[in-house]
């Protein structure tokens, strides 16, 4: 049997190195591409002050990128280290994405992400701009195959089972590539990246308007991000709605999950605005409904039902039975491999063959399952409503937000008048955490909405951990929290340090910033000669 | 299937060449860096020393590293149950692996961004261990395999592992980590030595014709031990190339110096191991006739050859088990289907040129040894 505290540490310690890997991920999207822009407009207009923009905001994508790349290396190795059933059982598919990334995606970014910074002096100017273009393409990039391998894992299409390997084989490539899920989610997740680094520039920029500092610099940079940021904030909303809409086509129970939708509604169905979900007793508590909304954006229709989550139980129940019979035939397979009655059989299925090793978690001859034990693996279907249900309101509500603030900035922007209205500025200022929550909460309600499974509807969560001890979790754990809670201190002191220290100013302006105790310390000495040329 | 034009074994034999040409990748590329944090507390004495040293791999260890994700990648999608189980068995080993590695971004950005003396300190110490542990770790990584790890496979092939980190550090897997370590720290100094000028290239150059000395003994004490002392595996059933994925298909035996029964069957795999002493005498020469340039190139022969002959040593093994040797991982079973394995292939041969074209083109734009003043003139140097 497996130890499900095992399954409970093996969870935790992947969502926190994945959220915290996931802090510095949207940040290196979204401002590899506004740097980019920065120094085209250099290249094109050859006014200085654009290429000391993309020196600056280099300095801080630099700092956040070496947190990205520390942090990156432990996902890739996590898997094999404690999901390694996981591994063996998915591998075929999984691995090849992670592979074509670092060859397509990562080489590209982190090779030339040296040049960016050493570059400066030794590559034209059309030579360094083609570098820093290459840099963001590799980031967006390799966030494409990475959620091709995630958007496998919530939609596992192009792939069946092979009972003499015991694990899951590739059939179609393409499926796998342009796995519609896949795709959603890839545009949604870097557009959200995008939103989040055109609020840091945002942010970051009031704050040196609001004390009256570098206001050139700071102007040109919000009227960047703030047309860049519309942009993006519209389409994180828009590809988000597709989001959706593919997953109530591949994933009923997470939609299920995501509205609180216990019972299957007349179509359309209503959307939920707010509700208190109870688990226990399968029912909301003081529901406000908008009639229709639902249906009409999960469907795209007024006639198609959207399931609701007593129903789906029921239909995982019949899998589960359905995969018993799959799981007889696989061991009579593996008793004897010409058996071609159980081949057949188990062909037929194989697609509910994880439905049934829910029932692992009770016993481990499942065979022998009793009905109380099979009702009970079909509940197991159903993730924890009220934390999917919440998360998902505030994001989308996050979502609204950054399309108003963008809209607004970008006519304050087109105005010049940002520094008419200070309360704006202020706004700005304090909004930067905020696309952080977004993405966690996305996160949280792709990752955890797709519970119990690992791999929807293949390979439930706790069978696939690796055979580990608690006592091994405990240590990981503990290393991991701390090594990460005293980076993230010296990185945000860091970022702090340079944003107060400011881009470099022409001289003689601004020349005090940039000597006495500087940050560079006696590499500083001629490097303001180095600004100057 | 009749879409791929190559058979199974052919392209599982495919894959092991990869794999092997990706571990070389990471030992060459990534390993001079690691052997110049491991040297950086000891051939630098200035603050302005340490910043040459490190600024010698500031550029180019990002996409260095990138070898060493690529290989856990392509280990991942070629050889699942190769990840699998190694990755799960070793955890506390992966675990102190991933710890060192952290470190490494972060002392290359944080440490020049303050002046303060102990804050450089710590993070050049730091540096250090991200160099020194990781080297050391692979190379007693490698030092189990070659004895064998104690797991085994359920019916699911599940896989179980009975070893904790201590069963780790036995005298074998030590003795090659020590090759490995001595082996990148020789490397690194051949870098060092032809990036920087005297007083650090001259210090690199004493500490490199150690390092190959060290490494000669070791990797030659390490031979010994293996035809001597370690218990070697051998494939007893009859061998099925083609046969599905499943590692308990077969009987495998132990015996003493069984590791060395393929120099016997094919004298061509000699290469390896005359390569491996080869390059490294050649590069510690080649130091001490201050050619650094042919001796970085030697000592990336060298590191070929010690690689290659552990890999060949193992074929057609990928990772044994001492606890019950039929859930051995061979190159026979342990493979992706053909299918992946063709795919991989594909991007692998149309990647791997232009990944190889525009590092040659980056290396080319930061030709030249760094001196004080590309620490002054350059802003962003660490």
Request: proline letters at 2%.
């Given at each position: 049997m497996i130890d499900m505290d095992v399954v409970a540490l093996s969870r935790l310690q992947f969502a926190l190195t994945a959220m915290y890997h996931f802090l510095f991920v949207p940040l290196t999207l979204g401002l590899s591409l506004i740097m980019a822009i920065m120094e085209s407009v250099y290249v094109m207009t050859g006014r200085d002050i654009w290429r000391r923009m993309t020196l600056f905001w280099g300095t801080l994508f630099g700092i956040n990128f070496a947190m990205g790349v520390a942090t990156g290396i432990v996902m890739e190795f996590q898997f094999g280290m404690n999901w390694s059933y996981y591994s063996h059982y998915v591998g075929d598919i999984f691995g090849a994405p992670l592979a074509i990334e670092g060859l397509m995606a990562f080489f590209l970014e982190a090779t030339f992400i040296g040049l960016f910074f050493f570059g400066w002096d030794r590559l034209s100017k059309l030579g360094h701009l083609t570098v820093t273009w290459l840099v963001a393409l590799g980031a967006n990039f390799s966030a494409l195959w990475i959620l091709i391998a995630n958007g496998w894992m919530q939609y596992p299409v192009g792939a069946t089972f092979n009972p003499d390997t015991m694990r899951m084989e590739i059939e179609d490539f393409i499926a796998v590539i342009f796995n519609p899920v896949a795709q959603a989610k890839f545009v949604h997740t870097v557009s959200a990246g995008y939103v989040t680094g055109a609020i840091f520039v945002m942010s970051v920029s009031a704050y040196f308007l609001l004390r009256g500092r570098h206001q050139a610099m700071a102007r040109r940079s919000m009227a960047v991000a703030s047309s860049f940021g519309l942009a993006a904030a519209l389409s994180v909303v828009v590809l988000g709605d597709e989001s959706g809409y593919v997953t109530t086509e591949h994933q009923k129970m997470k939609i299920a999950a995501m509205e609180g939708m216990w019972h299957t509604e007349d179509a359309p169905a209503p959307f939920t605005v707010f509700a208190l979900p109870d688990q226990d007793s399968q029912s909301n508590r003081y529901e406000v409904q908008v009639p229709f909304a639902l249906g009409l954006i999960a469907t795209r229709s007024f006639s198609r039902e959207l399931p609701g989550i007593i129903d789906l139980v029921d239909r995982a129940e019949d899998q589960v039975r359905s995969g018993l019979v799959g799981y007889q035939a696989l061991l009579d397979l593996r008793a004897d491999s010409e058996n071609d009655a159980a081949r057949e059989l188990l062909a037929e299925h194989w697609a509910d063959l994880g439905y049934a090793l829910l029932l692992k978690r009770y016993r481990e001859d499942i065979l022998e399952a009793s009905d109380e034990e099979i009702a009970q693996a079909a509940l197991d279907t159903v993730p924890h409503i009220a934390p999917i249900f919440w998360s998902f309101r505030l994001m989308v509500a996050l979502g609204?937000?950054?399309?108003?603030?963008?809209?607004?900035?970008?006519?304050?922007?087109?105005?010049?008048?940002?520094?008419?209205?200070r309360w704006f500025l202020h706004v700005a200022l304090w909004s930067l955490p905020l696309p952080w929550l977004a993405v966690e909460l996305g996160w949280f309600v792709a990752e955890y909405g797709r519970q119990p499974w690992i791999i929807e509807g293949v390979l439930p969560t706790f069978y696939a951990v690796s055979d580990l001890?608690?006592?091994?979790?405990?240590?990981?754990?503990?290393?991991?929290?701390?090594?990460?809670?005293?980076?993230?201190?010296v990185d945000v002191w860091l970022l702090l340090r340079y944003v107060r220290k400011g881009p470099s100013e022409p001289e003689p302006q601004q020349g005090s910033a940039a000597t006495g105790n500087g940050p560079q310390g006696p590499g500083l000495r001629h490097a303001t000669a180095a600004y100057k040329e | 299937m009749e879409l791929?034009?190559?058979?199974?074994?052919?392209?599982?034999?495919?894959?092991?060449?990869l794999l092997g040409v990706l571990l070389i990748g990471f030992a060459v590329m990534d390993g001079f860096d690691l052997g110049t944090g491991t040297l950086l507390p000891f051939v630098a004495r200035t603050d302005d020393e340490r910043r040459i040293v490190v600024n010698t791999v500031g550029p180019v260890w990002e996409g260095n590293q990138v070898w060493l994700i690529l290989g856990g990648g392509a280990i991942f999608a070629a050889w699942p149950p190769l990840y699998a189980v190694s990755f799960s068995g070793f955890y506390l080993a992966m675990f102190l692996l991933l710890a060192a590695l952290i470190l490494r971004p972060v002392g290359f950005k944080f440490r020049s961004k303050v002046g303060d003396s102990r804050w450089r300190t710590f993070w050049d110490w730091g540096l250090f261990v991200g160099g020194a542990v990781p080297a050391l770790i692979t190379g007693v990584a490698v030092g189990n395999v070659l004895l064998g790890v104690p797991f085994y496979f359920s019916d699911d092939l599940r896989p179980f592992y009975d070893g904790g980190l201590l069963g780790l550090l036995n005298p074998f897997a030590l003795l090659c980590g020590l090759v490995s370590l001595s082996m990148l720290i020789l490397h690194g100094a051949t870098w060092l030595s032809f990036k920087t000028e005297a007083p650090v290239a001259e210090r690199a150059r004493r500490y490199g014709s150690f390092a190959a000395l060290a490494t000669l003994a070791l990797f030659a004490l390490a031979g010994l031990a293996v035809a001597y002392w370690v218990e070697g595996y051998v494939l007893v059933s009859q061998v099925v190339q083609d046969g599905p994925s499943n590692p308990l298909r077969k009987e495998v035996a132990t015996v003493v110096g069984g590791w060395l029964s393929n120099y016997d069957a094919y004298p061509w795999m000699l290469t390896g191991p005359i390569l491996g002493f080869g390059g490294v005498a050649l590069a510690g020469l080649l130091l001490l006739v201050r050619r650094p340039l042919l001796a970085f190139f030697a000592s990336a022969l060298g590191i070929f050859g010690i690689i290659s002959t552990a890999g060949l040593s193992l074929f057609p093994f990928l990772l044994p088990s001492s606890q019950d040797p039929r859930s051995s991982l061979t190159v026979w079973d342990a493979s992706s289907s053909p299918m992946t394995l063709w795919v991989m292939l594909i991007a692998t041969l149309f990647f791997m040129p232009i990944i190889?074209?525009?590092?040659?083109?980056?290396?080319?734009?930061?030709?030249?040894?760094?001196?004080?003043?590309?620490?002054?003139?350059?802003?962003?140097?660490y």
């Open positions: 609204f937000y950054f399309i108003a603030f963008f809209a607004l900035a970008f006519w304050l922007s087109s105005r010049g008048a940002f520094e008419r209205n001890s608690v006592w091994d979790l405990v240590l990981t754990i503990a290393g991991f929290v701390t090594f990460y809670t005293l980076l993230a201190i | 791929i034009p190559l058979d199974y074994p052919t392209l599982r034999l495919i894959w092991w060449l190889l074209a525009y590092t040659a083109w980056v290396y080319r734009i930061i030709a030249g040894k760094v001196t004080t003043r590309d620490l002054d003139s350059n802003v962003n140097a």
